[in-house]
């Protein structure tokens, strides 16, 4: 099973990706997390991203694409993954069509996650009582949300072209959303 979960921060990629891991035994590849481990590490990749980060931009195409495309390599991603958070523009999406075009694999399903902007804002900053993420305030936030509008949210009708996308109520309970997900995906 490979699967994207698309949908703005706050919509509940990542809770829903941790249980989906469990569930289809693959691993879930978030971007950000994987650029926080390395802010954390203080790599030269962290070196570099944290700015953007703190700031709610996009890290470039050109980093994120080479992440990805390096985790994609590794074994544990042969019989499937959770790509949490990437793609997030056109040209990640782009990029992402020709890695696994050179694998020989095709995406099974875009899962968008849909949400409320003013529900978001309130997710994301009881998220950030729990949380040390420097991106997690009311700020930041809102201009994650713009960001998610502009560069993001055209990957729908992008992957809508590839019949792909099965949209889900992001707002309901978090056990809901897993049945509407499973469900989605026949299972
Ligand atoms: P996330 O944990 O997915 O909300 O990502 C946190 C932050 O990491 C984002 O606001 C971006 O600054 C950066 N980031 C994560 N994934 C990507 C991506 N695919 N493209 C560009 N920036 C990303």
Do not use: H, W
Request: aromatic share 4%; with cysteine; glycine share 8%.
């Amino acid at each position: 099973m490979r699967l994207i979960l698309l949908g703005p921060p706050g919509a509940g990629k990542g809770t829903q990706a941790k249980i989906l891991v469990d569930a289809y035994g693959i691993p879930q590849l978030s971007t950000g997390d994987i650029l926080r481990n390395a802010i954390a590490e203080q790599t030269p990749l962290g070196l570099e991203a944290k700015a953007i980060m703190d700031r709610g931009d996009l890290v470039s195409d050109d980093v994120v694409n080479g992440i990805v495309s390096e985790r994609l390599d590794a074994e544990d991603c042969k019989p499937g993954f959770i790509l949490d958070g990437f793609p997030r523009t056109i040209a990640q999406a782009e990029a992402l069509d020709r890695m696994l075009a050179e694998k020989g694999v095709k995406l099974d399903a875009v899962i968008e996650l849909k949400a409320d902007a003013d529900e978001l804002v309130r997710r994301v900053i009881q998220r950030s009582k729990d949380s040390n993420r420097a991106d997690d305030n009311p700020d930041v936030i809102r201009k994650r949300l713009d960001v998610y509008e502009s560069s993001t949210a055209p990957l729908v009708s992008y992957y809508d072209k590839q019949e792909l996308v099965r949209p889900v109520d992001g707002m309901a309970p978090v056990e809901d959303v897993t049945v509407a997900i499973n469900s989605a995906l026949g299972r």
